[in-house]
Every structure is written in C-alpha cells, then in structure tokens.
C-alpha cells in the first residue's frame, strides 16, 4: 500500500500566517502538522508516500525532505491549480501505479492510529473506506449517509442536513477510484470532488465501507482549531522536565524544553513546549503555550499561544492569550509618555485590545 499526502491549498482562513507559509508548516507542539500526519502514516506501516504540493512546494520540501529520516521513501507531485481532491488523486496515478492507497489531508490532525482502519479495509474486501466523525454542525464538511457497515450516500457541504457524520480527509481506495473519477464532472465550485467520485463508484456497484474516527480529530482551518489541536497534543505529550539552574524561576506541568534554553525569573507552567535558544525573563509562561526557536520573551505574561521562531514579546502590560504570533514577529511596550500604540498590520490580520 501507498500513501497520498495532500498539501495544497491556499490557507485563506489563517492569514496573514499563510501568506508566507504554507498551513501544513503552522507548528503544533512546535512540530509542523503535516510532519504529524506523515508521522502517523509511517506508524501504519505505509513507507511510500505521495505529496501533492502547489506553489510552495519548494518550502514542503524543504521541511519534509526524502522521508530518510522515517526511512520512508517521499515522491513530490505538483498541482498547478487547486482543482479539487480527485484531481489531486487523478495526477497522482502515475505513483499510484495500481496500487491500494492511503489518502490523507496533510493540515488534519486526530489522535489515533490507522492500522485498524486499513486491516478492516483488507477485512472486508471493499473499493473504498473513509474514516466518519460525528459533529454538531455537519454542513461545513462532506458528509455521509450510512446504514450498517455501509455507506448509502455522500454530499459535499449539503444545504439541509442529511446526516452528523462527516468525512475527516482519511480515506483508502483501491483502483477503481481512477475510473469513477473519470466519470466525474467538476462540481458548481469548479472543483473534482472526492466525493462525487466515490458517490460514482457506488452507482457502479462498488462496495463502499468505514470506520469512525476513535479519539479526538481536528481540521485545522482557522485559527482556534489551530490553537484547540495543539491543546490536545500537549495533553498527550509525555513529560521531559528539565534542570533549570535559575533559583528564582519555577516549573511545572508536563514540558518539553530545548537546547540552550535562558529561563530567569519566570514562571512556566505545563504542559509547554520551549524550542532551542530562547530566551525567558521576567515573565509567566502558562499552560498550552508552544515557544518556537529563538523567541525572545521578557516581562510579559503569556498562556495558550503558538509563538513562531525568532519573536518577540517585550513589556506587554497585558496577558497574551488565545494567540497564533508569526516569524520574527515584534510585540512591545514603551513605558513612556504618550502612552500611545503604534502597528505594522499585515492584510488580513486580527487585533483584540
């Protein structure tokens, strides 16, 4: 079996974060997502994987490299356009070469294994599987309509509510896929939709099962699923306290903290991450808080945060929380007559005073 890792996509819902990267790289527990979903495809035994890039294919690669480190074997194929999932799965073939595969979006994150999902897939001599999740409020996804062990029918983002079980981005095929997808006509967005492909192979007689997502699973599209998803990995992190020699500063919780790593005077409380050379004074570092290589933090109050390599956070009088704070980003308070403030706003960005 083959794996195809799809990283497409233009990540509008997390500008201006992606204006200068792309979504699969945005760190969760200071690991990029979609080195989390390679990870998982690695553990599941599948150590031939397909990724499909667009117009950043040169930072994915960059970041991903050959999978040498996975011992796994990483091909690049590149889509020009995003014209939907099938047409991602369609210029695939030639890596396909026949073989059953592994599909998955590379910036959806869920805690658990594949193995099962794919022995069942094998169990039950089927065209196709997907993994289903049950939501509150189905309509933003493709969704299933499902009797048994079955599948009935799917729907992209259907208008009137047909069912709470959703696609999560997991699927496995055989095949066959290729010829429904040949029979797919692109839909009102102007996009190949998977699931009108395997709605196409159900109308072809195809057996069509799946299985539900066990665990929790995040699509990572705006920035609070962002910041929920890396709550959840922090809560499964295991814990590496470290000796830190500064007297005056105290840590607790569940942590993960680099090389050369200054904490002085400060407070840090689990569970956290800290990357190599940072540097902490002065300040509390609560807990769900990811600090990236670099970063710089000093007098400032800081909880629930994904801060990205080389900022820096210098005299806010305010706790910062809930927040996605960019690559060399600068955030400062000047203690000092007119108390005034004064941005360099990015397009797209989001301020809350």
């Known amino acids: 079996m083959k794996a195809l890792v799809l990283s497409g996509g233009t990540g509008t819902r997390l500008r201006p974060l992606t204006y200068t990267s792309p979504k699969q790289l945005i760190p969760l527990a200071n690991k990029p997502i979609i080195i989390h979903v390679i990870e998982k495809v690695v553990q599941a035994g599948i150590h031939d994987i397909g990724i499909i890039v667009g117009d950043s294919q040169e930072e994915i690669k960059k970041e991903v490299g050959d999978g040498g480190r996975w011992h796994a074997k990483i091909s690049y194929i590149y889509q020009s356009l995003p014209l939907g999932l099938a047409h991602a799965v369609k210029i695939a073939a030639p890596f396909i070469d ?6 998955i979006l590379g910036d959806n994150i869920f805690s658990m294994e594949l193995s099962e999902f794919i022995g069942n897939f094998y169990l039950r001599r089927v065209n196709t599987s997907v993994l289903l999740h049950q939501v509150d409020k189905p309509a933003q996804f493709g969704v299933a309509v499902v009797e048994n062990d079955r599948i009935l029918k799917l729907v992209e983002k259907p208008k009137e509510f047909i069912s709470d079980l959703i696609l999560t981005g997991v699927y496995l095929f055989d095949k066959s896929i290729f010829a429904a997808i040949d029979q797919t006509v692109p839909s009102a967005r102007g996009e190949l939709e998977i699931t009108d492909a395997i709605q196409n192979q159900l109308q072809q007689g195809g057996k069509i099962t799946y ?5 929790w699973w995040k699509d990572t599209g705006n920035e609070q699923d962002i910041l929920d998803a890396n709550r959840r990995i922090l809560d499964d992190m295991e814990n590496e306290m470290p000796e830190i020699s500064d007297a005056n500063s105290v840590l607790a919780g569940k942590l993960r903290i680099g090389k050369n790593v200054a904490i002085s005077n400060s407070t840090i409380m689990g569970p956290a991450v800290i990357d190599e050379g ?5 300040s509390f570092v609560g807990p769900y808080t990811c600090i990236g290589k670099g970063v710089k933090i000093q007098n400032c109050e800081v909880e629930n945060c994904i801060i990205l390599y080389g900022a820096q956070l210098d005299n806010v009088r305010k706790r910062i929380s809930n927040s996605l704070i960019g690559k060399n980003a ?13 941005f360099v706003v990015a397009d797209d960005s989001k301020i809350h005073l």
């Open 211 to 215: 299985d539900l997502i066990k665990g």
């Open 330 to 342: 600068v955030i400062k308070s000047f203690n000092k007559r007119p108390f005034s403030s004064a």
């Open 278 to 282: 940072s540097v902490i004074t002065n």
């Open 98 to 103: 026949g073989n059953d595969f592994l599909m």
